[in-house]
Structures are given as structure tokens and as C-alpha cells.
């Protein structure tokens, strides 16, 4: 018996994350637009069923193992699901505003400071040329990176572990925000859920 990939359940309403982002962004990017990428996924991998008792996070690492007729299915469907399956789990409507600890010392050290890492990520999140991705990740030596990729590029594909990814493809934000892609960025970080990332850090690092 194969065990489909499954849209995972939100953990707050629609509306929790306005006037950041609003309801109806929400209900079509994770029933519409996550909701297909798992659809196409699992029927994607029917000619490669192995493939759904293994974790995504390896099949994305392995992308190049995975058969050709399916690759670029796999790629931007295998991708967009783990994607988004972080993404909701970054974005909280209360909690922790800023990192400490460990991660926050990492960033300093890192960027220069915790400022600088924003400015960087926010650099990184606007320049993304048409649909993509900003990330905050650990890479393959257990160094923080800020970068962007294309699609549903994942930093899982280069073996790095992401900690918090902004998706910055146009149906995340352009009820409300239509071109202006630096607003959306800048109300993100009053939804970043640094619990989250600095859980993700934990178990990374
Ligand atoms: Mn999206």
C-alpha cells in the first residue's frame, strides 16, 4: 500500500496573519496553489512508486536519481510541497518577534548583526527575478547562508537545511499587494515565527 503525500492542515485561520497577508491570499495559496503541488506530486510519482515511502527531503536531495520522464515533475511538485510546508510553519500571527540564543549569535556573527541579516534576506527576497524563493539556511559545513532560488527550487536539492524561506511568487502576495513585492517582504517580518526557525536551528546545527 503506498501512502500519498497529504496537504498538511494550517495551524491558524485565514484571516489570522491580516493586514500582513490577507484571508483570501491564504485560503487559494494553500488549497489552490499547495493543494496542486501535492495533487501533481503524488501523481507524478505513480510511475516511480518506491518513491512515496521515502522521505521527500531525500528524493529532493537524489533529484537526479529520480527518472528523467519525472524529474522536472518531481522538482517543481516534490519541491513546491516541501516548500510550503516550511513556509506555513515560518508564518505565525503572535509569538516570538526576534531570535536569541544561539541562532541569534550565529546571525550576528555571520551577517554582522541581526539588521544586517534582514537587509541581506530582504535583498536577496526583492531581486529574485520573476517566481521564486528567499531563504535563511544551514549549509553542508553548518554555516548560515541567505540566498534566493527559482520556481520551487529547494535548498534541500544543494543538501542544505532551511531554516526560513519567504515565498515571494507572485500569488503570495498580489491581491493585496499587486507589484509591490517590498511591501509584502517588509510585513512578513511582523508574522516571522522565530520559534520555529530557531527549532529548526537546533536540529540542523
Ligand atoms: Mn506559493
Known sequence: ?????ELP????DFA???????ARTMEIHHDKHHAAYV??????LESAPELYEQPLEK?????????ESIRTAVR??????????????????GGKKTPDGALLADLEKTFGGLDAFVEKFNTAATTRFGSGWAWLVLDGDKKLQVYSTANQDSPLMDGHSPLLGLDVWEHAYY???????PDYIKAFWSLANWSYVEKQYQ???
Do not use: C
Open 1 to 5: 500500500m503506498k501512502t500519498l503525500f
Open 9 to 12: 492542515a494550517l495551524k491558524f
Open 16 to 22: 489570522a496573519l491580516e493586514p500582513a497577508i490577507d
Open 39 to 44: 495533487n501533481n506530486l503524488n501523481k507524478a
Open 59 to 67: 528524493t529532493l536531495l537524489e533529484i537526479n536519481k529520480v527518472p
Open 76 to 93: 517543481n511538485n516534490g519541491g513546491g510541497h516541501a516548500n510550503h510546508s516550511l513556509f506555513w510553519e515560518v508564518l505565525t500571527p
Open 175 to 181: 491581491l493585496n499587494y499587486q507589484n509591490r513585492r
Open 203 to 205: 536540529l540542523y546545527r
